[in-house]
């Protein structure tokens, strides 16, 4: 994994998200359109958002930000597909070529244009969190 490296607004709002949630962050990333991206501990998932959304919708009021949740998986492929959530994924897999790590991932054709999202947005998300977590150098969009 690579290092993570949070400024002091990312703590405190780790800090806030673990308080109200119950759920162990393990990372959070302000994207370029102010959404913040929570990597929740494995198994957590269930406790941040909460029973009805209750608890991830506490946060979200208490920032006033759009929030997002991934869980976190030590297997690079289990966390591409995490990262790609709500899409329905066909098939995801990690290859290493010409000393980079690329994850290859395969979504239904209906949900191509919305993973990728506008001006490539989600794309660059999920890449941004892929390198963070597991060092992987590019995703492509099969």
């Known amino acids: 994994m690579s290092e993570v490296r949070l ?6 709002y780790i800090a806030l998200f673990e308080s109200i949630t119950g759920a162990r962050a393990k990372d959070c990333y302000e994207d370029t359109d102010g959404r913040l ?3 929740v501990k ?3 998932m269930g406790i941040a958002i909460g029973k009805g959304g209750e608890h991830i919708n506490r946060v979200r009021k208490s920032i006033g930000k759009h929030i997002e949740i991934i869980e976190h998986s030590d297997n690079p492929v289990e966390f591409v597909k995490n990262a790609f959530h709500p899409f329905s994924v066909k098939k995801a897999d990690v290859v290493i070529k010409d000393d980079k790590r690329i ?3 395969e979504v239904l054709t209906k949900e191509k ?3 990728i999202g506008r001006d490539g947005r ?5 890449k941004k ?4 977590h597991h ?3 590019d995703v492509i969009i099969q």
């Open 42 to 44: 494995n198994g957590d």
């Open 135 to 137: 060092n992987i150098d």
């Open 113 to 115: 244009g919305l993973a």
């Open 7 to 12: 400024n002091s607004d990312v703590i405190r």
């Open 103 to 105: 994850a290859y991932v």
């Open 122 to 126: 989600n794309i660059e998300k999920i």
């Open 129 to 132: 969190l892929c390198r963070r």
């Open 37 to 39: 991206l929570f990597v």
